[in-house]
């Protein structure tokens, strides 16, 4: 193995995931070569000031300003919106896609063409309901022509 090998293995020995074989090749390795010696040193340093260091949270007040501001609430908002509607149109081409291979698949079963079929007719009947039922219930609510 070459010093670029060992290198790889440093974090590895001080955070003790070696195997006993490797430590004890890399062990070897160290005691041979002052520039890796001198290396895992360091990051043995590195290592001691990493684990004294903790993770503050910010203070409810700070979250409270933070998502007060239009911008912050804006910007969350139409990111979500952004990737719902983009989700939707890749489900929507990808159902597409899939219905016109499995239509023109000659190796797909009548039967598997029909139930598709029947799944489609299905999903428009009920997108036609929901549409009649959202249009009749705005069509008479009396609250509509009401101004805030």
């Given amino acids: 193995m070459t010093c670029h090998d060992y290198k790889d293995l440093m974090m590895g020995y001080l955070d003790n995931e070696l195997t006993d074989e490797r430590k004890r090749q890399f062990e070897e390795h160290l005691a041979g070569c002052s520039e890796c010696a ?3 040193e360091q990051f043995r340093k590195l290592k001691a000031i990493t684990d004294e260091v903790t993770l503050v949270e910010p203070e409810d007040r700070m979250w409270q300003d933070y998502w007060s501001g239009v ?22 081409y990808g159902g597409f896609k899939l219905i016109e291979d499995i239509v023109k ?5 009548t039967l598997l063409k029909l139930g598709l079929l029947a799944l489609i007719l299905g999903l428009a009947i009920l997108f036609v309901s929901v549409l ?8 008479r609510d009396r609250y509509r022509n009401v101004r805030r």
């Fill in 132 to 139: 009649r039922e959202r249009v009749y219930f705005w069509s």
């Fill in 38 to 40: 001198e290396q895992l």
């Fill in 105 to 109: 698949d000659p190796a797909a079963g």
């Fill in 71 to 92: 911008y912050n609430r804006l910007e969350r908002g139409v990111g979500w919106i952004v990737f719902s509607v983009a989700a939707i149109l890749l489900a929507i």
